[in-house]
């Protein structure tokens, strides 16, 4: 269920006409977070790593570890897809490979942090069984 609630507002933000961040001006609020270094590309870049990483952990933990590899070639195929989708049919969207690898590097630590999970989980369950 949450993965449906994530992929729906997955496809809200990515299939907008606008850009949810476009023109969003945090240069004040950075300035005075002491970040007055992060540049607009960085900030997109940034939430288009943290938009995909749920996607990659929520799908790593329904399939079987062995296949996780598919998981992130999906992942690079979902990111490919949506910019193709925002270069066809969406003018007011700018399209490009830097999105697509920001996503597919927040999918990849998605299934890396489900890695780090499973780990825990069955050094949970074994530890158990020991006692």
Known sequence: MLLGVYVIALAVIAL???SPIRGLDLSQELDA????WVT??????????????????????????RWWWVVVVGLVAVAGGIELGQALFLPGRVPSID????NSTG???????????????????????TE
């Not at 977070?33 to 007055?36: E, H, I, V």
């Not at 999918?107 to 069984?129: E, F, H, L, S």
């Open 99 to 102: 999105d697509v690898l920001a």
């Open 107 to 129: 999918g990849a630590i998605g299934v890396i942090i489900a890695g780090v999970i499973r780990g825990i989980a069955w050094a949970t369950r074994r530890a158990r069984r």
């Open 16 to 18: 907008s006409p606008v």
């Open 33 to 36: 977070a002491g970040m007055g």
């Open 40 to 65: 607009y590309t960085q900030l997109e870049s940034f939430a288009n790593v943290v938009l995909f990483v749920p996607f990659g952990l929520l799908i790593a933990l329904l399939v079987p570890t």
